[in-house]
């Protein structure tokens, strides 16, 4: 069993930053990829960016650059960097664990989920 607690979401403005951070727990931590989703209101849910047990990072083609995905395995946390924030990143993030060696952002794969944390970008 794993289990994934996110925090570092809140409201922030138009072009700031905001670093979110999920903590993992459980066995064998460092054979699973992690990964940070998000779901706007009336939207599906979307892969943002993952790290694979091997360190490989993916990314969402909204990405472009602005986030940065990056995990500690000694420390067993998994960070999200984002700047220039817009709007349109509005959402619930939510850490999430598979097993196995791939790591692509496919809301299916995942076996495990936190329970999100709220990002609000305003204007």
């Known amino acids: 069993q794993v289990h994934l607690v996110e925090s570092g979401g809140g409201l922030v403005q138009v072009g700031d930053s905001l670093t979110l951070s999920c903590s993992v727990s459980g066995r064998d931590i460092d054979w699973y990829a992690l990964a940070w989703f998000r779901q706007a209101p009336r939207k599906e849910r979307e892969g943002v960016g993952s790290v694979s047990r091997y360190n490989m990072t993916f990314y969402g083609e909204f990405v472009k650059g602005r986030f940065t995905v990056s995990r500690d395995f000694l420390k067993k946390t998994l960070t999200l960097q984002m700047n220039r924030l817009r709007p349109e990143d509005t959402a619930i993030y939510y850490c999430?664990?598979?097993?196995?060696?791939?790591?692509?952002?496919?809301?299916?794969?995942?076996?495990?989920w936190g329970q999100g944390t709220q990002v609000t970008v305003s204007t």
């Open positions: 999430a664990a598979r097993q196995g060696v791939g790591a692509r952002l496919y809301v299916t794969d995942f076996d495990y």
